[in-house]
């Protein structure tokens, strides 16, 4: 049986899809799988990333073509999928989870405490750009778009002294760069963050059993917890919450913290709770999390977005 799969262009996407089809290969032999590459909206608009008031910016495009029955499935980074999809797609898939941490990736190999005051370090995230002014109210950090190696070329061009990003990206691509681990404490990723997501049709079983033969369910689980808490607090590019789930045996842990736009305050959220109920943890950190005022955080980022990019 041959499968059509769809994903983004860009050498990331292409990257993340072989190593599904690789590893659905090894699971089903007898299956035959051609990939499709689609435009989103992220791909053509060259705004930072905050100013595009819509979600799903990089997937919208392609789980229409899934649910048109033009392709059989999509493979999505799962950070970029709503929690929310349309009515007749569902999340099919979830393979392990590469590593969550933040990397920052400098020519001279400085690591966050030792790069230099008044450096230029950029991010495509309002997330890792309050968190690194937590920690370096000396740096200067400026937005950056493009795709991973276009970022890194700009470091290496002096453009930026640094940049911070996803160590997952990386990994995937097998590129060979100077960089030192952010600590999940210090940067808490996003939900989903290191993990790939492949949405298809609720109604098509068959789909659905090839794709379970790759099933991570340790990861499933904890980015379940993670994107529930998304369902129940308006989280993404616009207002940055860092989440991160990890299973441990049958029980599991949802740290979740969220900033103000100035990074002066952290709402910080830690709850443990059964691995078999991963909404139920999402929904009582997302609880706790609008208890200690994060609806207050949320309205500030939302009045004050356009500063950032100034």
């Known amino acids: 049986m041959k499968f059509i799969l769809g994903t983004r262009g860009s050498q990331l996407s292409i990257a993340q899809t072989n190593w599904i089809v690789s590893e659905l290969k090894k699971k089903n032999p007898e299956h035959e799988f051609e990939i499709v590459t689609i435009k989103t909206k992220g791909d053509t608009d060259a705004r930072p990333l905050f100013t595009i008031d819509q979600k799903g910016i990089f997937e919208k495009e392609i789980d229409k073509a899934v ?46 405490q030792t790069i230099p005051a008044n450096s230029v370090v ?21 937005s950056i778009r493009g795709n991973i190696e276009t970022r890194i070329k ?24 100077k960089h030192s681990k952010l600590s999940t404490s210090d940067f808490p990723p996003s939900p989903g963050q290191g993990a790939i997501g492949i949405v298809c049709r609720s109604d098509d079983s068959n789909t659905q059993k090839m794709l379970r033969t790759i099933e991570d369910e340790d990861t499933r689980t904890a980015v379940e917890a993670e994107r529930a808490l998304s369902t129940f607090v308006d989280s993404g590019c616009r207002f940055p919450v860092g989440a991160y789930g990890q299973v441990i045996g049958t029980s599991m ?30 929904k009582a950190a997302a609880e706790e999390l609008q208890q200690k005022g994060v609806q207050e955080l949320a309205a500030n980022w939302r009045e004050k977005l356009e500063e950032w990019n100034r």
């Open 154 to 177: 700009k470091v290496q061009d002096g453009n930026y002294d640094g940049i911070v990003l996803a160590q997952a990206g990386i990994r995937r691509l097998g590129i060979n760069v």
């Open 253 to 282: 842990n949802l740290t979740v913290v969220a900033y103000s736009i100035d990074g002066e305050k952290a709402i910080t959220v830690q709850k443990t709770g059964s691995r078999s109920d991963p909404h139920a943890l999402g």
């Open 67 to 112: 649910a048109d029955k033009q392709i059989d499935f999509a493979v999505h980074s799962l950070k970029d999928v709503p929690s929310t999809l349309m009515e007749n797609l569902v999340l099919g898939c979830v393979p392990a989870r590469e590593d969550v941490n933040d990397v920052l990736i400098t020519n001279s190999g400085h690591t966050l």
């Open 122 to 142: 950029g991010t495509s995230s309002l997330r890792r750009a309050v968190q690194i002014s937590r920690i370096r109210k000396d740096l200067t950090v400026k």
